[in-house]
């Protein structure tokens, strides 16, 4: 086990060298849609690539997620075959989001050879969605935004 400040360490390492290894910039919250993001995220067990969905209007929320839904054959065919969605997602910190995600599991942070294989996922699985997205924004944001 990791001391707090070594898993600390280990965690400004770790994201240094992806930025390293693929120094390119990410969309994340520069979706044009208030309150929705795209999201790196690693841990001890797995590493995700994850777009969430978090307008405080459940009605807003639910719009832009069933836009995303209606494109989920697209996006599995051409773009992410593995992808998980969530309409009711629980954080940790009990707020309730939409959630797109892709998950390859085995994979460990604390575990440096583990790195290119994770670095490898998020580029490709991140890369893939920013694509989707891109090409599909218009459609995705075009939503009634009278509630």
């Known amino acids: 086990m990791y001391s707090k400040e070594e898993t600390q360490r280990l965690k400004r390492e770790f994201w240094i060298a992806f930025a390293e290894k693929y120094p390119r910039k990410w969309m ?3 979706t044009k849609i208030k309150d929705a ?3 790196f995220y690693a841990d001890n067990k797995k590493a995700q690539v994850i777009m969430e969905i978090e307008p405080r ?3 807003k929320r639910f719009q832009y997620f069933e836009k995303m839904e209606s494109l989920k054959n697209i996006l599995r065919e051409e773009h992410i075959k593995d992808l998980v969605f969530e309409r009711h997602f629980i954080l940790e910190n009990g707020k309730e989001v939409s959630r797109i995600w892709a998950e390859k599991t085995g994979l460990s942070m604390n575990n440096r050879q583990h790195w290119d294989a994770v670095f490898e996922f998020f580029n490709d699985h ?3 969605f920013e694509r ?3 090409e599909y924004s218009d ?4 939503i009634d ?3």
């Not at 459609?139 to 075009?142: A, P």
């Open 132 to 134: 989707f997205f891109n």
């Open 126 to 128: 991140m890369d893939a």
């Open 28 to 30: 994340l919250y520069d």
């Open 139 to 142: 459609y995705i944001m075009d």
């Open 57 to 59: 209007s459940d009605h």
């Open 145 to 147: 935004l009278n509630e």
């Open 37 to 39: 993001a795209f999201k």
